[in-house]
């Protein structure tokens, strides 16, 4: 929901001073005046319900949603006459006519994905006379996951707090002045869907149902259309308690007058109740919220807040990044974005913006929740760009490239499970639409309903729709968890069995080449991008490189996976024969990592995905020092397609150039990420206009999450990688982190890692073996192993050495030792 700019008078409120901010604020994003726009509200959330907070003097604003509440129900969109296409297709593609592959393929096409969808607004109205306004401060603090508003009127001060709970599933605003009998307010709910608010005498309601269809245009939804019977049920109430004054109701409002003190408990459910049930059931959503509520108030505000910092900080504290440089956190976050381009010395905004994108995680993404779609857990939007669904080419994925590395594997957890429930759904499609089981599929588009089949409504978009790759590159999470985790039961019971699947789908998908004697995919696509033949473009060929990367991962971490459980061994023996038989990456006439079968790659392309370079990122097959060929095509493949693009794109070049330890080109991009986007400008061509807008959410344009992800996921590619069987410590730092510190990261192998540098040369190493066994290190200079006495074990820039569970090393500079001047 954009909002009018506030009156010109409150240009005159926010002169305040830029004085020093106590330390306590360091970690905070911070703000002189209220958001004008949805992409200046500050986030909070608890993976069940998001809030956007406007910060507003005469009214607040505060956004909400819940993250099942969307458009639809389940529904079989798989196609039955795919599988008798499918022949056909692949002869066509084989006798190279590609324009007759796409128009076959548009009849194997279904319908489009449900729409991720709003909640409400909570609208508080103050009657405050905004010339009189001083000292204006909006805050978003990171260390407590808290919204704080603070202001004085005549010479009082004003102060509002808001925080969402994930121990009590409650959301508490609180409204206080240090002087009693100020606070005056009305307050109402409102919804962008169908809904109907009422009030009693210290609670606001409001129910309401989403649409049960969109129509589509090229994806994107055009006209709501609603069903009382079968579209999703939800319910919110805020129930306001408050010290002193009274509080009365006017029609569907609530009224506050000349309280000393407000306590909002806010609460909210949907009637989802599963993936393949319809929300139309009985599930009532008004006696969960109820149930909350009563909970909530009981508990009371003190109580709930201490249980939420315990639990939020038991997360967030885990991980602490220091660069030293000049601080700049005596200015707004908004005047120190736009000055980073003119100015990259403010290191610490980087570092601002690295828990940010932790807090974003911890916020969005919680055990027993669902997983983050295109923006997570925030939309304002009934109609959103792309749905706002799950897009499975990039974007889900790069949601979740923090989790382990950052060491919020928890919050990895509503990933599996909706993996699981793609599974479920992808196993009819595999066998409906391709003929294949067992095994299972997923596409390019999913929802809250796990839908599986290709989107398209059958006559859009071949080279976005037609891609089987979907399940199988989620599938490679699934091991990434284990090998940071070593948590056999996790594999055994969950990660195998999914992974498995998909790669039985896979093995049924692979049919061998007419030209060549390797395995390939037919039909496929490099996804959203094209290639032209005879100057005409065309998008579906086979063997496409991403396609056949995403194959490799799986089947090598299936293999790994089945040797660590000691399982199905004769499925291993045919997994392995399958896997030296695939296409394989191919180095193309400019130098260039080949995207497509043919080598007809155009150097001047510069379009956004770069999807070749799965292999590099995050795959494990290209590598400077095993690969020197491939990698230096695919630092050819970088040059060509340029630095600046959508937000999502520029954040995994980051991670590509970490991946050929090019720090300094890595921080080139991390930099340009950093340009000041104004939510009321357009530019010219959204695609390739990827920045930061001022409340630093991804401005893909427009918001996404991904990039917010992406980006810091990146950073800890520069400072520590752990793909290749050793910790790699510091492989792409660039030169302008000359000096700092990080405590906290997670290596493969269940070891975190905490470090420091001067001079850009590690100076100390923590090494916390949470597992045991072996412990292999790189750095990019010598190190000192010690022993329990401090006593030299090894000095080398390559170390390896038996750890015991529990316990932690420590390695340091030569020098550092006494008697070693």
């Not at 060549?516 to 995919?521: D, E, F, G, P, R």
């Not at 299936?558 to 004769?570: F, H, I, R």
């Not at 090019?662 to 695609?687: I, Q």
Request: aromatic share 12%.
């Amino acid at each position: 929901m954009k909002t009018k700019p506030f009156p010109k008078i409150l240009t005159l409120i926010t002169f305040v001073v830029w004085s020093y901010i106590p330390d306590a604020f360091s970690q905070s994003l911070w703000y002189q005046s209220p958001a004008r726009a949805w992409e200046e509200a500050l986030p909070l959330g608890n993976g069940y319900t998001g809030a956007m907070v406007f910060g507003g003097i005469k009214q607040e604003h505060i956004q909400l949603n819940d993250a099942t509440l969307w458009s639809g129900h389940p529904m079989d969109g798989n196609n039955p006459e795919a599988a008798k296409v499918l022949p056909e297709l692949r002869n066509t593609i084989f006798k190279r006519d590609f324009a007759g592959a796409e128009q076959l393929w548009k009849k194997m096409q279904g319908p489009f994905s449900a729409n991720y969808l709003p909640m409400a607004d909570l609208l508080l109205n103050f009657n405050i006379d905004e010339s009189k306004v001083k000292n204006y401060k909006r805050i978003l603090d990171l260390k407590r996951a808290e919204t704080v508003t603070t202001f004085d009127v005549n010479s009082i001060k004003y102060t509002r707090k808001a925080f969402i709970s994930y121990p009590d599933k409650v959301m508490i605003v609180t409204i206080s002045a240090d002087k009693k009998k100020q606070i005056s307010f009305s307050a109402c709910l409102e919804s962008v869907l169908h809904y109907v608010s009422k009030c009693n005498h210290d609670n606001l309601i409001l129910t309401g149902s989403a649409p049960e269809a969109t129509t589509a245009k090229l994806g994107y939804p055009d006209e709501l259309q609603y069903d009382e019977q079968k579209g999703m049920k939800f319910e919110i109430q805020a129930n306001i308690r408050h010290t002193g004054g009274t509080l009365r109701t006017e029609e569907n409002r609530l009224i506050v007058e000349k309280a000393d003190e407000v306590t909002i408990y806010i609460t909210e459910a949907t009637s989802f109740n599963g993936f393949d049930k319809r929300p139309s059931g009985d599930k009532n959503p008004d006696l969960i919220v109820k149930s909350k509520a009563a909970a909530a108030i009981k508990k009371g505000k003190d109580k709930i807040l201490a249980d939420h910092l315990k639990d939020y900080q038991r997360l967030f504290n885990r991980v602490t990044f220091k660069l030293t440089s000049p601080t700049y956190s005596n200015l707004p976050t908004d005047v120190r974005l736009r000055r980073f381009a003119h100015d990259t010395t403010d290191l610490d905004f980087q570092t601002l913006y690295f828990q940010f994108g932790r807090y974003l995680m911890i916020s969005s993404s919680r055990p027993g929740g669902h997983a983050t779609n295109l923006q997570a857990l925030w939309n304002d939007q009934a109609k959103p760009a792309w749905r706002s669904n799950f897009t499975l080419n990039i974007n889900t994925e790069m949601n979740y490239w923090p989790a382990e590395n950052l060491n919020l594997s928890e919050c990895h957890q509503p990933l599996f499970d909706f993996i699981h429930e793609l599974s479920v759904n992808g196993s009819k499609t595999a066998r409906t639409n391709y003929g294949i089981s067992p095994g299972w599929v997923a596409h390019h588009n999913s929802d809250i309903w796990a839908m599986t089949n290709p989107v398209g409504a059958q006559g859009q978009l071949p080279g976005a729709f037609c891609w089987q790759m979907g399940g199988a590159w989620l599938s490679t999470h699934l091991w990434e968890h284990y090998a940071y985790t070593l948590d056999k039961k996790f594999l055994r019971k969950t990660g195998y069995p999914l992974m498995k699947g998909a790669a039985q789908f896979l093995l049924k998908w692979l049919i061998q080449d007419t030209d060549s004697k390797y395995l390939i995919t037919a039909p496929s696509t490099s996804p959203e991008n094209g290639f032209f033949i005879d100057g005409k473009k065309h998008f579906i060929t086979r063997a496409s490189t991403m396609d056949m990367s995403i194959t490799r991962e799986l089947f090598t971490d299936v293999l790994m996976a089945s040797e660590v459980l000691n399982v199905d061994p004769d499925f291993r023996i045919q997994l392995s024969d399958a896997l030296n038989k695939l296409y394989p990456l191919q180095i193309g006439r400019y130098g260039q990592i080949q995207e497509w079968y043919d080598d007809v790659d155009d150097p001047k392309d510069t379009h956004r995905h770069i999807s070749q370079l799965f292999g590099l990122f995050p795959g494990n097959q290209i590598h400077l020092d095993d690969t020197k060929a491939l990698a230096a095509a695919a630092e050819t493949t970088l040059i060509h397609r340029t630095d600046y693009s959508t937000g999502w794109s520029m954040a995994w070049k980051i991670n590509w150039w970490s991946r050929l330890r090019n720090g300094d080109h890595a921080y080139l991009l991390l930099c340009k990420a950093f340009r000041f986007t104004d939510p009321f400008m357009k530019t010219k061509n959204g695609m390739e206009a990827g920045g930061t807008y001022p409340n630093l959410f991804d401005a893909c344009p427009p918001f996404q999450i991904d990039a917010n992800f992406g980006v810091v996921a990146g950073i800890a590619e520069m400072l520590m990688q752990s793909n290749r069987g050793y910790i790699d410590l510091l492989p792409a730092l660039p030169r302008a982190w000359q000096e700092g510190s990080i405590s906290g990261l997670k290596a493969r192998g269940n070891f975190d890692v905490s470090m420091k540098w001067t001079s850009g040369k590690l100076t100390s190493v923590t090494i916390k073996s949470l597992t045991g066994g072996t412990c292999k290190i790189h750095t990019q200079n010598p190190m000192m192993l010690l022993s329990d006495k401090r006593t030299i074990k090894h000095t080398s820039s390559e170390l390896a050495f038996q750890t015991i569970k529990g316990k932690t090393y420590t390695l340091i500079q030569p020098k550092t030792l006494p008697g070693n001047d």
